[in-house]
């Protein structure tokens, strides 16, 4: 596992909701990732979970009482990177945003100077009263960032918006918070996973794509502040709202979003893998069994070739898939389609490439060559942007 949160220190403040139950997921991921998690618990969110019960599951330590730690206050605020408050009740959002401090998290917040963010969780009359709302958004222009709520079933019975968000969601939102923000004035376009061409309703040509790489890219590029596209194939991927999110299926339908997208993006990044061949002839109705049955194939348009001629387009990285070390057919792929940057990976090298949550690329330009050792698509999505951007603001 990537230890994306390796020397951060996280202070974590823990209300009183029904939802905190899902704080100690949140929490372990963090410490698995390398965080530094301290945690302060107020009275009422004692009356739903203990502080040894985050205490012996997380190994963090748990502060409650603002006199039985002298200065606790001000050092847990000093030291931390990021202050996360979740679950964060109306009480505490309305208390910081007019400067009330009354117990530990309180007095916390009224000293810490950093990046801030809420998880709300509540009943959606008390987040939808106007003085919820109009605190929220003072939060913001503050520099507060907020992740949810959700809408569905709430504790009380009733549905509406006040389900604080699920964990993974949280985590993201603190990953990018983070993350240095040096992709704001970038709108990255991506594309991942497998197309499917159609032989009949039922059948189809495939590959083995799961848009693992494509998708860490993209979750990597908005952390950095981008605005990012992504165009899927069929995967069973799901991704944030701070992403647009295309659908397609065939070759087709993926090249004619590219181009339709195109003209905002600053940097495209093909990470799908685009069937090279279709059908000549779809069917349609279901083909029965038969003996000698041939399907006739024809090319399919070469997106990447044809974005790298145009007169005007933006940065362009392409992929390059290989059973063995083929560097010289990724190189000869980076001036035939005349882009700017392409990685080769060897999917038949063992854990690398295909279905897994790994990879072991060689990013190539004009002008260098990197192999990069095995470690997470995360990470070589950190490192494939990290090189894009040298590349553009050489």
């Not at 504790?155 to 240095?180: N, W």
């Not at 290989?322 to 190189?331: I, L, Y």
């Not at 295909?354 to 002008?367: A, G, K, S």
């Amino acid at each position: 596992m990537a230890k994306m949160f390796k020397g951060k220190n996280i202070l974590f403040g823990v209300t009183g909701s029904i939802a905190v139950y899902k704080v100690i997921d949140v929490i372990r991921a963090l410490v698995q990732e390398g965080a530094n998690v301290s945690v302060i618990m107020t009275e009422a969110s004692c009356k739903f979970i203990t502080p040894l019960c985050i205490e012996s599951t997380t190994g963090c330590k748990v502060f409650t009482d603002m006199f039985k730690d002298t200065f606790s206050h001000i050092e847990l605020a000093r030291k931390a990177d990021l202050f996360v408050i979740a679950p964060a009740t109306a009480n505490i959002i309305n208390k910081s945003a007019n400067g009330i401090a009354d117990d530990l998290l309180s007095t916390a917040l009224l000293v810490y100077r950093g990046p801030l963010i809420f998880a709300p969780a509540m009943n959606w009359r008390m987040y939808e009263n106007p003085v919820t709302q109009k605190n929220l958004q003072y939060l913001k222009t503050l520099g507060a960032k907020t992740v949810g709520p959700e809408p569905g079933l709430l504790a009380c019975g009733e549905e509406g918006l006040g389900r604080m968000s699920e964990p993974d969601k949280i985590i993201e939102h603190i990953r990018s918070a983070l993350t240095q923000q040096d992709m704001l004035n970038e709108r990255v376009l991506v594309t991942a996973g497998p197309t499917r061409e159609h032989i009949d309703p039922i059948r189809f040509i495939s590959n083995r794509s799961s848009g693992k790489m494509g998708y860490a890219i993209a979750r990597a590029a908005a952390r950095r502040g981008a605005e990012v596209t992504l165009i899927s194939g069929p995967t069973y991927l799901k991704i944030y709202d701070n992403i647009k999110l295309i659908e397609i299926n065939s070759s087709d339908e993926m090249y004619n979003a590219v181009m339709e997208n195109l003209s905002y993006a600053t940097m495209l990044i093909m990470a799908a893998a685009v069937a090279d061949y279709k059908p000549v002839k779809t069917f349609t109705e279901k083909i029965h069994k038969s003996n000698n049955f041939i399907i006739e194939f024809t090319q399919t348009k070469d997106i990447l070739y044809e974005v790298g001629h145009l007169s005007k387009r933006p940065f362009v990285v392409g992929f390059s898939a290989e059973t063995g070390p083929k560097v010289d057919r990724a190189k000869e792929k980076l001036f035939k389609k005349n882009i700017d940057m392409i990685v080769f990976n060897d999917i038949s090298k063992s854990n690398s490439g295909f279905d897994v949550d790994t990879n072991e690329v060689v990013i190539i330009d004009r002008l260098e060559q990197k192999e990069l050792p095995l470690m997470s698509k995360e990470e070589v999505a950190m490192e494939i942007l990290n090189r894009a951007m040298q590349l553009k603001n050489f």
